[in-house]
């Protein structure tokens, strides 16, 4: 049975006055009250007028389908015994078999711990360093000063965990490292920072800081160049000092930005650093340094589980998106205009 | 809009079906121009070295002679690493026609049923098959009464040996050590008395670094083996009829445990040995760090390998000794296995067809002209044949199948070599160092270290494997035992055992000592 569209006689007058189908026309409520008709736009149209910056906008469009909305259909696998001979669809369901694998592991607790350990660790960490070197280059009055820190903060993101290792081991290494260098200088005892449990995650973390802080602070550099430079000398002439100018305006300023970015950290706060991890952990420290992501490469992909690995992709990204919301909502609760949405 | 996002949804769901199925399709077996396409995944023989390059002669001999086409891709060095991007495909369903894997995936890929059986396909290569496979081979490959792949012979059996600074006990007046009380007290020399003469406390008596398995090596891997040989517990299986099963269940492996430990205590490891990576190891010993270690052949004695240490220390000198002797009267360099490399057919090339074409490209390669191509290149171009028939560089530069320019046509010669002596005498020649003058051979060097009482363990690399969570509380425990981060007793130790056993340690014991027994693998 086909529905009918019946539209009211303003509508149908406005239409036709106007030249465009019913359908485009829309009642629209003004803050005043009263009920007023607008034309809907034609997205084909506004394609068109705008389709330099829609041109811009098919790259990511793409990748997200392709790599984003495509593979949801496959996360299914999480409720099958998965059988890559009989696809996707032809693999047999075993419910929620794979998630109760991954709940009983013998290192369940211990994996969500050191997970969400590095996760939050590297929030607590990683944030406030990276807002202090992005207000250090701002404030920065040296031209030359200000382009050679950025880049040489910069320059560690690009480098692979794989290199980090090496850089790493030549900085730590108990025999000939250049940190147990200096400590056997002061006549301390070497530290085998990679192999000991209590100096590991110290190790991950700071590391991790170093490596990132430059890449992250680009956001918050972008931010304060959108800062009104009239409020800075206003509390100059108010003789405001650098640190009040700091708390009162930059801070302020730019914490929009900064609950953005910590919400989109907590959507993943499930995932540590594979990558990290994988090049820095050893049995030693699997202790504190086994993380889920590694546990499902070992367990999951090497030991060709894909459905146990897809369950606990799927785990951490429903996870994810509650911590979000859950955060968004109390964001925009404490704090209006600074929400995610 | 309400429209235009409907036809986005449905055309998501129409993609993701199509992906999500439409991984594999089989394709047809003969080509428009009569050609089978055979995509095959390999291992480099020169992980450094390029790709084959497109005017390799053998794609032209086997497309106008054989009607093959020959697409290759190599795999990662890294055998982990092949290991992931092998389950990777066979995840997807996309894998290719021919393609080297270890054995553990193998056992996954046929319970998964994504590649076929070769049984039959052995009596289409008489001569390959009499060259490369024999009946312990064809055991390799063999789950549930069927081979699943060609497994050619690997690297060298027994090619690693004990070796020690002679320099250094001839500078402290040392002999060399036959036992393990008499191999601390030269590991304490080592470190403490300033071996080397720089007047600096940089040395140590030990080397070593994490390589272990789940299959032969086993926690703490086999840089330690002529330690744990000392105690009879080398190897993670022990395969002998009265102690059949893991060897960490062996009152022994206590014992090799705390030498270990007492050796980290005395400060004779080098203590980077829980962090070093195989390259640090090796750039380690060629920086005179450690005057003791459990090395390669090759990676000791070729040339290219050698040089960097001859340049550091002229004077330095490497011997290889027998491994000390232990307590008992155990002495052993380590546990060995057969090492081979297979190859499996996907089951989706056997579908298509394919399987005939595979077999009498592998034949060929084994055949005078395929050997000689993939092995060492074209004659007169990559090598020459000296007075003995050896392959060997003559002064072809560059061209010669060692040089930069030559050696990436022989990228195949692991799919064809079966360590004859040919091979052998033109894979290690004898040569002169640069620096100090001495006469070398990896050749001489891999003889001596075959010399050495090595334990066997043969099927090693058959046996079942445990899953993560049994595998990470075996190395675990292990390295929390050897760091210190974990008391060293006797209560302790069962402690550890007994956790061991309930979380599924007992269990994979029973299936590799049942898995033993039903295959032959018990002495």
Known sequence: ?341 | MKKVLSVLLVALMACSFVFANGGSETATAVNADGTVTINLWYGAAITEAGPIPDDWIGYQILRDEHGIDLHLSVLPSNESDQDVRIQAAAAGNSLPDIFMVSRPVLTRLVDQGLVAPVDDYYALMPNRTAQQYDADSIAMTTIDGHSYGFASPGSVAKNEGLLIRKDWLDNLGLEVPTNLDELMEVMKAFTYDDPDGNGQNDTWGYGAYIESDATLKGYPGARLFPILGAFGVDGLWCFEEENLGLNVYKPAFYDAMVYIRQMCEEGVMDPNWLTYKKDDFRAAWKQGRFGIMKEQNAAYAAEANYAPFDANFPDGEWIVIDPPTGPEGYASVGAYDQNYRIYAISQDAVDAGKAEKICEMLEWMSSDEGYYLCGWGVEGVNYVLDDNGVPVTGDLGENAFSGTEGQVYTQLRNMVFYNSDTELASRYPTYTTATSGKTMSALTTLREMQSKYWTPAIGSGQMPTPNADVQRYYEQTLAEFLSGQRALTPEAWQSFIDQFNAIGGAAWNQQGIDYAKANGLVR
């Open chain 1, 1 to 341: 049975m086909s529905k009918k569209n019946s539209f009211s006689p303003e509508i149908e007058a406005f239409s036709k006055y106007h030249n465009v189908r019913p359908g485009r026309v829309k009642p629209v409520k003004t803050p005043g009250g009263e009920t007023v008709l607008m034309i809907k736009p034609d997205l084909g149209k506004e394609i068109m007028r705008h389709k330099d910056v829609y041109l811009l906008l098919l790259i990511p469009f793409v990748f997200y389908i392709v790599f984003k909305y495509v593979p949801i259909f496959n996360a299914q696998i999480a409720f099958k015994n998965f059988r890559a001979r009989d696809g996707v669809l032809g693999s047999a369901w075993v419910g929620f078999q794979n998630f109760q694998d991954f709940f009983n592991s013998f290192y369940f607790w211990e994996l969500l711990r050191n997970t969400l350990f590095y996760s939050f660790g590297k929030i607590i960490i990683s944030l406030p360093v990276s807002i202090i070197l992005s207000i250090a280059i701002y404030e920065c009055t040296h031209y030359a000063l200000r382009k050679t820190v950025q880049t040489l903060a910069y320059l560690p993101h690009f480098l692979s965990w794989v290199i980090m290792y090496g850089v790493l081991f030549a900085l730590l290494s108990p025999s000939s490292g250049i940190l147990n260098d200096v400590i056997k200088l002061f006549g301390g005892t070497p530290v085998d920072f990679l192999s000991s449990i209590k100096a590991f995650p110290w190790v991950v973390l700071l590391s991790d800081a170093w490596k990132e802080m430059g890449w992250s602070a680009i956001i918050f550099i972008a931010a304060l160049m959108n800062i009104d430079v009239s409020l800075f000398e206003a509390a100059m002439v108010e003789g405001a000092n650098s640190w009040q100018r700091v708390r009162y305006i930059t801070l302020p300023s730019i914490k929009p930005v900064i609950v953005t970015v910590l919400l989109l950290k907590i959507g993943t706060i499930l995932d540590a650093g594979f990558n990290q991890m994988y090049m820095l952990y050893s049995p030693q420290v699997y202790s504190v340094a086994d993380i889920i992501d590694t546990w499902v490469y070992r367990q999951g992909l090497l030991n060709f589980q894909f459905g146990l690995a897809t369950a606990v992709g799927l785990f951490k990204g429903v996870i994810g998106m509650a911590l979000v919301l859950v955060s968004n909502r109390l964001v925009s609760k404490f704090s209006e205009g600074s929400s995610l949405f």
